[in-house]
């Protein structure tokens, strides 16, 4: 059977309405609330691509348009903002998908918006936050002042990095999740960049690396209770 792609309007709650698309495969067994990054909407090829993979592996999706986005403003949302809207996706995503294991987390900025809303107030029937790429510091200027907050989350969380992201050296982020414990996993991807596209010399395709990303995140949904 093929997948159900449903488009829909997200209610936020005295904020507005913004865009979403709700990909169910048949044999689905759990849906990943994804959230996208600062520079491009839930419609940008890597998101399509991410949602087209998890799809073909059993996992439902839930995008949506953080409000900044969906009005064609550059500049993000501000962080209440942007909370609100991911707890507005997380419910949607329940209603839709009832009975099913709920993840969330997303692409860099959506990944690190979603991390705050958890450590705020715990996003309700959500087992665990996954990053693609979590933008630890700005583009090559290291801290992991980002990080602060991720002590407060008690549910699982997988970091997917690539070991070229600029936006998150390895070197700051290892001892982060080492601080993390259990609960926190690490995978590298090992030349790829902030959206894991890796070079020619490396003899692999980002097909390839994108493939090894999705693999790894579904046997990581498939684990947490």
């Not at 001892?175 to 090992?190: D, F, S, W």
Request: hydrophobic residues 45%.
């Amino acid at each position: 059977m093929a997948t159900k792609i449903q488009e829909l309007k997200l209610d936020i709650e005295r904020i507005g309405s913004v865009s979403a698309i709700l990909m169910l495969p048949a044999n689905v067994r759990a849906c990943y609330v994804l959230a996208h990054g600062a520079g491009a909407d839930m419609r940008h090829p890597f998101m399509d691509k991410v949602a087209a993979g998890l799809a073909d592996r059993g996992i439902a999706t839930l995008r949506f348009n953080f409000p900044y986005m969906e009005n064609n403003q550059r500049r993000p949302d501000q962080p209440a903002v942007a909370h609100a809207t991911i707890r507005a996706a997380v419910e949607e995503a329940a209603r839709l998908c009832p009975g099913l294991k709920l993840v969330a987390g997303g692409k860099s900025f959506g990944g690190r918006m979603t991390s705050q809303a958890q450590a705020k107030a715990a996003l309700p029937g959500v087992k665990g936050l996954a990053f693609l790429g979590f933008p630890l510091h700005a583009d090559k200027k290291p801290s992991a002042d980002r990080a602060e907050h991720l002590g407060s989350i008690a549910i699982p969380m997988l970091f997917l990095q690539g070991t070229r992201d600029g936006l998150a050296d390895l070197s700051y982020l290892k001892p982060v999740i080492e601080a993390l414990g259990p609960k926190a996993r690490l995978h590298e991807v090992a030349g790829g960049d902030h959206s894991f596209a890796v070079l020619r010399r490396s003899g692999r395709t980002n097909e390839e690396a994108l493939k090894e990303v999705l693999d790894a995140l579904t046997a990581w949904i498939d684990e947490i209770a």
